[in-house]
């Protein structure tokens, strides 16, 4: 035979070859057979096929641990406690554990393979959380960077949450973005309209979620979103509410307002909402909130400017928020029924407010937030 | 020029899909030294040393994280949004781990925009890596250099 037929040919025969013998050694090597996974000390036990990440397994059974980074390790938000002997920890873990996460056994669902059976602890609210196929109803700006994207929930056709939570939005592979990876945002949607999730998603330069909410989703398009998750509620005690926000830290508020107005939730609450922009460009829903306020008399809106420009007209309060903050919770918050503070926003934003709030009499522990990292 | 092997190893880790989606190195093809090697020769035609630059950009970010994740101005020149995300990020060096966040800078004087992360910066400052060409969070010595004039 021609050599320059038959070279090509020992080769690829000697590559597909080995590529049987690595195939046949995996099955044998890699095969765990059944493994159970015992959640909660028996409350749920799953039997499940050996070999693949915890992550992704619990995940094919319908029980979903948030995760934004689509399993490679690199966000750290899929943080379990395993209670059986799974191995030592990875160098790819120990980043994002503290010491006391270590000391408790806590560990990501994503790097760890199950090969014997595993006992773990996951808390109960993710027995609720579900897949859910969606299409985008509508997108709408808000202001020049935040988008108001509302998605019709096709199957399961409505979403059970409290006001609050978020979703994950599953961004499949787009452009030079090869693998699917999971954002999450705060639903700013009531609860009473369970058919439908709206987001309110701020572009981030380079964000890959952010930027295909903006640049490439359109109505119309299919979409999956993985919820609800957290723990951000109002709690039901008589205390005032001091709400703090900004940008799209906005969503978790405009759901909790207009399902507490729509209920006639927790009726002894006073509510202050404090919400924070630079000039009117970043500025929105102030027509919609300043109509609640005239028409549900325990609301207060206070919107605050920092920069804002001469040619604004802006007649609101001025400053940064959390000055803006200390001077009404100072002389117009009433402290008669106690106080609670709800955030939403950066780690930066949060802490500051905390110090803020703290210095006004509300216990650290009454401050409520949802931290974006 | 070649890479060294912690260098070929650090180059695996830039790709795309394995600490971020995007990766580090955009479209860019050249080898990581080479890319670092232009990069230096950028900083010294711009009289900037990239200390001084990580510095200022360092300032640049604790200035406008006063804005608390709404957009600040600093020194009256500046608009400069910090914006944070749930997770932290592995230097592809292994050398620490940062907070996910990006900062976008923009100079009202010469028009410069910029986009960059801590981990950015560590690049910068660690191991004189702006990043590939049409990477998002590339340092580019010309924009940076021009903001800072």
New interface residues.
Partial sequence: MNPIILGPLVVAGSAAFLALVIALVDRVVNNYGEVSIDINHGKKVLKVSGGSALLGTLASQGLFVPS??GG?G????CKVRVLSDVGPVLPTET??LSPQELADSVRLACQVKLKKDVAIELPEELFSVKKFKATVESIVDVTYDIKQTVFRLDDPASIEFASGQYVQIVVPPYG????S?Q??YSMSSRPGDSGRVELLV?L?????ATTYVHKHLKEGDPVELVGPFGEFRVRDTPAAMVCVA??S?MAPFKSMFYDMRERDAFPEKEIWYFF????TR?MFYLDELRRLEREWPRFHFVPAL??PKPEEGWEGERG???DVLDRVMKDKVGKDKGMEGYLC?????IN??IAVMTKNGIAESSVFYDK?? | MKNTQAEKEALERMR???????GFLGTDARSFADIVESDTEAWRREGVDPDAAADFLERLRAEG?????????VDGRY?VT?????????CPFHDG?F????V?AVDEKSGSRI?YSDLSVHLLRAHRFCQGEGS??RLDPEAVSRMMR
């Fill in positions: 934004a980074c490679r690199s966000c750290g938000a980043p994002y030079d973005i090869k693998e990876v954002r999450a701020r981030v330069p380079g964000g890959i900004g940008g830290g924070g922009a630079r000039t970043d920092s920069e940064l928020i959390t926003g950066s780690p930066g934003m500051a407010c974006f990292a | 795309p899909g394995v600490i971020t989606a995007q994280q006063k804005g608390l994740g709404e957009p600040a101005g608009v910090v914006g944070d995300a749930r997770g932290l990020l592995p781990t907070h996910k966040n990006s976008e986009v998002p969070f």
